[in-house]
């Protein structure tokens, strides 16, 4: 067995406390964590002292929404160098996950800890086409195809179940039967509404925006069966009808209410937004733009040369700008998404923070640093912390496993210089990460990295 490692006088939050432990000690024996204590504890024979003083430790974080498929092996590193040493992957195809999970597990990729979803759930018409579909998605066209397809992904060790857009309601309701609470079903669903997917049972939601709008948005933005995602009509469509947002009204008080009655995980995924929120000159300048990763970039100019949109020097950011009041309409329709989540929290419901890390901007892992800011706006940082760390860990059904620093869980966390609950962007500065009790140095991953070269030119 490894030698236990001992972490002395750190400033501890532990994922389950309201409050955190000033000059705590943690015990570290093999892969999991053996003692946790308020004051100090006596230096086992052998054991390796790591004096803390001054720095914060904190669960070892946990994206409940990414697709790893997308990212390459550039994305699962910037989840360790940001302090994420869990993810679940929500869509891709099982052969594709399978085999990223087994080269994970052999050390043959460096990452975070990998739960997966399998394939996203679709309906008989696939309502992300593409190559991104391609990937990621799986059509179920009647009810008799559940066993054949949702079979061979719970044998294959999924450990959840993720509905998706063009599922009707019967459907979504029938998956969610035959996975007979064997893993937790999640779902970023349209033609089902919330509310049924509720009362049918489902564990958890995914993405504030589009899941729950057709109970909290008025009845002339809702969408129906045949409802595309694609094109600019949708987005536009989902800005005024969170514009129009009210929460008070019947149908927003009841989803909310059955939403936290029934422990369903909201899985926020705001950062999507962010562009809108930074602004176009923000993005640009935003240091975080250094690491989009090769994969996305490379798709992104494909993109950008097949329209014409190369000589634009944020290509890598967006093709084309919005007008200034389309802009200030997404922000504001970003901090009604940030209302619900509070209305939520408060009701008693349960928060996590997933990012959807596979999309250019922000970059994995840095996407997640993001969420923790609106989650902060919005729940304080405490309750943010706690979404992206124990609460995100119930909702995967991992909580023996990991999300909180104390006996028996594994040894994942992150040590942060400064104190994330004064100012959560100091949940940036990560000086070391471990992950089942072994260190890894986030400056040293981020060094080895390759520039987005479109930043470098900036
Ligand atoms: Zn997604």
Same mark, same amino acid.
């Given at each position: ?221 809702? !969408?129906? %069966? +045949?409802?595309?995602? =694609?094109? @600019?009509?949708?987005?536009? /469509? ?6 129009? $947002? &009210? ?28 562009? !809108?929120? %930074? +602004?176009?000159?923000? =993005?640009? @300048?935003?240091?975080?733009? /250094? ?6 970039? $490379? &798709? ?42 509070? /209305? ?115």
């Amino acid at each position: 067995m490894a030698a236990e490692i001992l972490l002395t006088n750190v400033r501890l939050i532990d994922g389950l406390h309201d409050a955190p432990l000033e000059r705590a000690s943690i015990l570290i024996r093999g892969d999991r964590f053996a003692a946790v204590e308020a004051g100090p504890i006596p230096a086992p024979a052998g054991a390796r002292v790591i004096d803390l003083a001054g720095k914060t430790a904190a669960p070892g974080l946990i994206d409940t929404h990414v697709h790893t498929v997308a990212i390459g092996d550039e994305g699962l590193k910037l989840f360790m160098a940001n302090g994420i040493t869990s993810v679940r992957d929500c869509g891709a195809r099982l052969e594709l996950i399978v085999e990223v999970k087994r080269a994970l597990l052999s050390g043959e990729k460096l990452g975070p800890r990998l739960y997966f979803c399998g394939p996203l759930l679709d309906g008989a018409v696939s309502s992300l086409p593409g190559p991104s579909g391609a990937i990621m998605t799986q059509n179920v066209p009647a009810r008799e195809s559940i066993p054949a397809i949702v079979g061979p992904i719970l044998d294959a060790g999924a450990d959840c179940l993720k509905l998706y857009f063009g599922l009707t309601a019967d459907m979504g309701e029938a998956i969610i039967r035959y996975a007979g609470g064997r893993v937790p079903v999640t779902g970023h669903i349209g033609f089902m509404r919330a509310s049924e997917a509720v009362k049918a049972g489902i564990n958890g939601l995914e993405h504030i925006s589009p899941s729950v709008f057709n109970d909290v948005c008025p009845a002339q933005f809702r !969408f129906g %069966a +045949g409802t595309s995602m =694609a094109g @600019r009509q949708f987005v536009e /469509r989902l800005r005024a009808g969170w514009l129009a $947002a &009210d929460f008070s009204a019947p149908e927003a008080r009841s989803l909310i209410d059955a939403m936290a009655r029934r422990e369903v995980a909201m899985g926020t995924t705001m950062n999507i937004n962010w562009l !809108f929120r %930074a +602004g176009y000159d923000g =993005a640009a @300048r935003d240091p975080d733009r /250094r690491y989009i990763v090769p994969k996305i970039l $490379a &798709d992104r100019k494909k993109v950008a040369a097949a329209q014409d949109k190369l000589s634009n020097p944020d290509w890598d950011l967006y093709f084309s700008r919005l007008a200034p009041e389309v802009i200030e309409g997404e922000r504001r329709a970003l901090e009604k998404q940030q209302e619900f989540c509070r /209305r939520l929290y408060e009701a008693g419901g349960l928060v996590v923070g997933g990012t959807d890390a596979a999309i250019n901007y922000p970059p994995p892992g840095f996407s997640l640093m993001r969420e923790l800011e609106l989650l902060a706006e919005a729940i304080g940082a405490m309750n943010a912390l706690r979404a992206v760390t124990s609460k995100a860990a119930i909702a995967l059904r991992k909580q023996d496993d990991i999300g909180a620093i104390t006996p028996g869980r594994f040894a994942d966390l992150a040590v942060i210089d400064g104190d994330p609950l004064r100012d959560i962007k100091a949940m940036r500065q990560v000086s070391a990460v471990f992950k089942g009790g072994v260190a890894y140095d986030p400056k040293a991953i981020l060094a080895e990295l390759p520039v987005n070269p479109n930043y470098a030119e900036a």
